[in-house]
């Protein structure tokens, strides 16, 4: 057998992975691969940084290849090894530290780096750029001794770091040259409002203003203007665009313009040699978007293989969409009408920052803006994308059709038609996987091509393909799993849990799922440990949610509020001068009543949280979990003329008895203390009336995104027999609610008769159980204010952003 040819990559990035990846799924045999990579990682999406640096995503989530996996496919990876010089005459590429690797076939996937634009004092401490892991953790850890920030450049991904600035508490103010936000992807009047959007949140925004100087001495203090005004900020990251990285091909002799030129086998003027992702130039074009740089790897993969089916590459359309948390922004090729003939059709709603626009050339789609709703999104990609001819009606496409009717037929896709973008998947492979791979629900296919996990927009799409290639879309069983990486209902997971006494989210994966861990589903994994367990639930920082993991509320701001817990709603003057000097020696921005009988501190920084905990001497109320919040009462029979039972008093034991007990979604509950129901008891997840004689429990009730009358569950007559009634549904809630399912859903899934029947009439005999276990977790409950004394993690309350990185393993 002939020994197996070596492939060097220089690069593992997005690009330089992917196209390793590719040739190992047609070839395995073919290569002895070696890879070069700067970062001291394995591969990561870099797309989502972003969500890195806002918190919403950890580090260790957005590894694609993990270490194991290059050692599991025979791959050497020289990993924080740069790649110094290729000797093509030698066929020896040579890398930083003396490592030297010949080659038979070589790759360069270098990617790009930021453009710093030219300005006095950009070397000094606190300018950054945005571009890597090690950036993201440099931007972090110094925001946590700032209190302003600046952003160079208003495109999409400095309006991503704008963002994940403001996850830090810092006042951010976005500099752009041009005179509207993302020139490259939007026209004025979508500029104008996305600028409205952003400043909205909190940002502030300055238009048309070069930046020509960075103030201080050692450390950033500000900046200059070129029309001589000026800006303080303590810190500031430069998003001004991206450079090929390709000088390393250019001193081999390859022929570089601005990346390196390749043809459309992504082949450079050296046959041995290739050159995919941002570093590589096509037909005149250099691309920044991971969709494109696929395409390419696939191509150089079909070539290397032998395994070509078409006409290779043959350049890409752009895509772009704007990740920042509460905004919703698809923008795809030409916005901005450039040919007399061009129909332009659009829709402004400034109201509600809603922007829709459509450029139509000879009846097809060449550019869109989709602001603020993207419902559309994924029909105009494949409109645009395909060039396809467009329905007479426009506005079906911005709007949907009146019944509701598919606009697109994907049966009439081509295989090489791309359905998710995000994973680069097309109709093809996805076909394939259900008709070779049996696949028979969306999740299924996903499981198999990975589409549709990321952002969802493809779902549809995929849902028309199983329609049409196996003529069904079976119930997915995923939709019964607690979560989908795990294939068991909520009972199956506790039976698993309670029988292999799994108390940590790591140690779930461990035992249930081969080590392989979901990051996106530790949150609700930690909320069902902790219901089963309570005490001796171990805590791991990774596995919770921000609220969670510092116990208050972060604002839109990424400022925190603190609200204490006051039973019942009653109050002392005591306790009221207490909370008005805390106010004061902290200057939160603001004292708010909440509708649950609190008071919020509002505009907390993270850092000051402890100190104000142990000012205040109060419980947490609870005010930002999964939990049992607080219990609204009226007056009641104490002080009213109406009052048929003594609501303070019942809702002071019901709100002391089930403080703080984690449950699937949030918990509000209320006393009132006649049927006129001043408390507004039978809107809440569980609530209580009195009546002549005794009580009524109310369950499923919400005010909220829905509004639903509760159901009665039962009428007692002690406040003894409330709590009892009470306590068995929020433990059956807690054993049986879907993650984030709201209480009236489960009262609307299992119905109330049935739950009158096995809570109140006991017919399958678990009342004494269900007692037993919330008994368990009353007398676990510990408040979480303590940790102002015993942090859980030393930098719990000092660090802006958590991220743990370990190369990816
Ligand atoms: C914050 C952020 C958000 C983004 N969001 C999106 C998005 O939403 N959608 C989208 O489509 N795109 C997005 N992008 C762009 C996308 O990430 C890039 O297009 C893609 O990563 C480019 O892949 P690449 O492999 O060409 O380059 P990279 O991913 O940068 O990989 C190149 C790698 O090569 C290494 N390298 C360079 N020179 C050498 C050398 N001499 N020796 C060894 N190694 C070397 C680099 O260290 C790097 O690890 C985003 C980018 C950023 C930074
Ligand atoms: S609910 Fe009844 S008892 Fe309570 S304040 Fe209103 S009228 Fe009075």
């Known amino acids: 057998m002939d020994r197996p040819k070596k492939l060097v990559v220089i690069g593992n990035g997005m690009a330089?992975?992917?196209?390793?990846?590719?040739?190992?799924?047609?070839?395995?045999?073919?290569?002895?691969?070696?890879?070069?990579?700067?970062?001291?990682?394995?591969?990561y999406d870099r797309t989502l940084l972003s969500d890195v640096l806002t918190g919403a995503k950890d580090a260790k989530g957005i590894f694609l290849n993990s270490l194991d996996w290059y050692r599991d496919h025979n791959i050497t990876l020289h990993a924080g090894v740069t790649a110094t010089a290729i000797d093509r005459d030698n066929k020896v590429v040579s890398g930083s530290g003396g490592v030297e690797e010949s080659y038979d076939t070589l790759i360069i996937a270098t990617g790009s780096r930021p453009f710093v634009p030219p300005m006095d004092g950009a070397e000094k401490?606190?300018?950054?750029?945005?571009?890597?892991?090690?950036?993201?953790?440099?931007?972090?850890?110094?925001?946590?001794?700032?209190?302003?920030?600046?952003?160079?450049?208003?495109?999409?991904?400095?309006?991503?770091?704008?963002?994940?600035?403001?996850?830090?508490?810092?006042?951010?103010?976005?500099?752009?040259?041009?005179?509207?936000?993302?020139?490259?992807?939007?026209?004025?009047?979508?500029?104008?409002?996305?600028?409205?959007?952003?400043?909205?949140?909190?940002?502030?925004?300055?238009?048309?203003?070069?930046?020509?100087?960075?103030?201080?001495?050692?450390?950033?203090?500000?900046?200059?203007?070129?029309?001589?005004?000026?800006?303080?900020?303590?810190?500031?990251?430069?998003?001004?665009?991206?450079?090929?990285?390709?000088e390393l091909a250019g001193e081999s002799g390859l022929p570089v313009n601005r990346g390196i030129l390749v043809n459309d086998r992504m082949q450079t003027s050296d046959p041995d040699i290739y050159a995919v992702g941002e570093c590589a130039q096509h037909r005149g074009k250099l691309y920044g978007l991971v969709a494109p740089l696929y395409d390419q790897a696939r191509v150089a993969a079909e070539h290397l293989t032998g395994s070509s089916s078409n006409g290779g590459y043959q350049g890409s359309k752009p895509v772009s969409k704007l990740k920042v948390m509460g905004v919703q922004l698809v923008s795809i090729g030409d916005t901005i009408p450039t040919d007399p003939q061009d129909e332009v059709v659009s829709y402004i709603e400034p109201s509600r920052g809603v922007y829709k626009k459509m450029v139509i050339r000879n009846n097809q789609l060449v550019g869109t803006i989709l602001l603020g709703e993207t419902d559309t999104a994924g029909v105009l990609t494949q409109m645009f994308l395909l060039g396809a001819e467009l329905p007479e009606r426009r506005a079906d496409l911005l709007f949907g059709?009146?019944?509701?009717?598919?606009?697109?037929?994907?049966?009439?896709?081509?295989?090489?038609?791309?359905?998710?973008?995000?994973?680069?998947?097309?109709?093809?492979?996805?076909?394939?996987?259900?008709?070779?791979?049996?696949?028979?629900?969306?999740?299924?296919?996903?499981?198999?091509?990975?589409?549709?996990?990321?952002?969802?927009?493809?779902?549809?799409?995929?849902?028309?393909?199983?329609?049409?290639?196996?003529?069904?879309?079976?119930?997915?069983?995923?939709?019964?799993?607690?979560?989908?990486?795990?294939?068991?209902?909520?009972?199956?997971?506790?039976?698993?849990?309670?029988?292999?006494?799994?108390?940590?989210?790591?140690?779930?994966?461990?035992e249930l799922n081969g080590g392989q861990e979901e990051p996106g589903h530790k949150t609700a994994l930690a909320s069902l440990l902790k219901t089963i367990w309570d005490g001796e639930y171990e805590d791991e920082r990774d596995a919770r949610f921000i609220n969670d993991r510092v116990h208050a509320n972060i604002q839109k701001d990424g400022t925190f509020s603190v609200v204490p817990r006051i039973d019942g709603g009653v109050t002392s003057p005591a306790q009221l001068r207490r909370i008005a000097d805390v106010a004061e020696k902290y200057k939160v921005a603001a004292v708010?009543?909440?509708?649950?009988?609190?008071?919020?501190?509002?505009?907390?920084?993270?850092?000051?949280?402890?100190?104000?905990?142990?000012?205040?001497?109060?419980?947490?109320?609870?005010?930002?979990?999964?939990?049992?919040?607080?219990?609204?009462?009226?007056?009641?029979?104490?002080?009213?003329?109406?009052?048929?039972?003594?609501?303070?008093?019942?809702?002071?034991k019901i709100e002391q008895r089930f403080k703080g007990i984690e449950t699937p979604h949030k918990m509000k509950l209320a006393a009132s203390g006649c049927p006129r129901n001043c408390a507004e008891a039978t809107v809440k997840d569980l609530g209580v009336v009195a009546i002549e004689g005794g009580w009524q429990v109310y369950v499923g009730g919400g005010a909220g995104i829905r509004v639903r009358a509760a159901d009665l569950l039962c009428t007692v007559t002690t406040h003894e027999e409330v709590l009892k009634y009470m306590g068995r549904f929020i433990q059956y809630y807690r054993e049986h609610g879907k993650y984030l399912e709201r209480a009236y859903g489960l009262v609307e899934r299992i119905g109330i008769e049935r739950l009158r029947e096995l809570l109140v009439k006991d017919v399958e005999g678990i009342g004494?159980?269900?007692?037993?276990?919330?008994?368990?977790?009353?007398?676990?409950?510990?408040?979480?204010?303590?940790?102002?004394?015993?942090?859980?993690?030393?930098?719990q309350f000092s660090e802006p952003v958590r991220l743990e990185v370990n190369n990816g393993d």
């Open 768 to 795: 004494a159980r269900l007692d037993a276990e919330i008994e368990r977790a009353v007398e676990a409950y510990k408040d979480p204010w303590t940790e102002a004394d015993e942090p859980v993690h030393p930098a």
């Open 16 to 43: 330089g992975a992917k196209v390793v990846q590719e040739i190992l799924s047609r070839d395995r045999e073919r290569f002895q691969v070696v890879m070069f990579g700067a970062e001291p990682y394995g591969n």
């Open 592 to 652: 708010k009543l909440t509708g649950g009988q609190r008071i919020a501190l509002a505009g907390a920084r993270k850092e000051q949280l402890p100190d104000i905990w142990k000012d205040l001497g109060m419980p947490s109320g609870h005010a930002y979990a999964k939990a049992v919040r607080s219990c609204k009462t009226c007056v009641g029979s104490d002080f009213c003329r109406f009052g048929l039972g003594d609501s303070i008093t019942l809702g002071i």
């Open 401 to 510: 059709t009146s019944t509701g009717a598919p606009i697109l037929s994907v049966f009439d896709l081509p295989d090489h038609a791309q359905i998710c973008h995000c994973h680069g998947v097309s109709k093809g492979q996805i076909k394939e996987a259900i008709e070779f791979g049996k696949c028979r629900s969306v999740s299924q296919v996903g499981v198999h091509t990975r589409a549709g996990t990321s952002c969802g927009g493809c779902k549809k799409l995929i849902e028309q393909l199983l329609e049409v290639y196996a003529g069904e879309v079976a119930e997915d069983p995923a939709e019964h799993w607690y979560v989908p990486s795990l294939p068991m209902t909520k009972p199956e997971l506790v039976a698993a849990i309670k029988a292999k006494e799994l108390k940590s989210v790591s140690a779930v994966f461990r």
């Open 125 to 246: 401490t606190g300018v950054f750029v945005f571009r890597t892991l090690d950036d993201c953790q440099a931007i972090e850890a110094y925001a946590r001794g700032c209190r302003r920030a600046a952003v160079i450049g208003g495109g999409l991904l400095g309006l991503e770091a704008a963002r994940g600035l403001l996850s830090f508490g810092l006042q951010v103010t976005v500099i752009e040259m041009m005179p509207w936000l993302m020139t490259q992807q939007l026209d004025t009047e979508g500029g104008a409002l996305l600028r409205e959007t952003m400043e909205q949140m909190g940002v502030q925004v300055l238009l048309e203003k070069t930046t020509t100087r960075v103030l201080g001495a050692e450390r950033i203090t500000g900046l200059t203007f070129q029309d001589g005004t000026a800006l303080d900020t303590d810190m500031v990251v430069v998003s001004c665009g991206i450079r090929p990285n390709a």
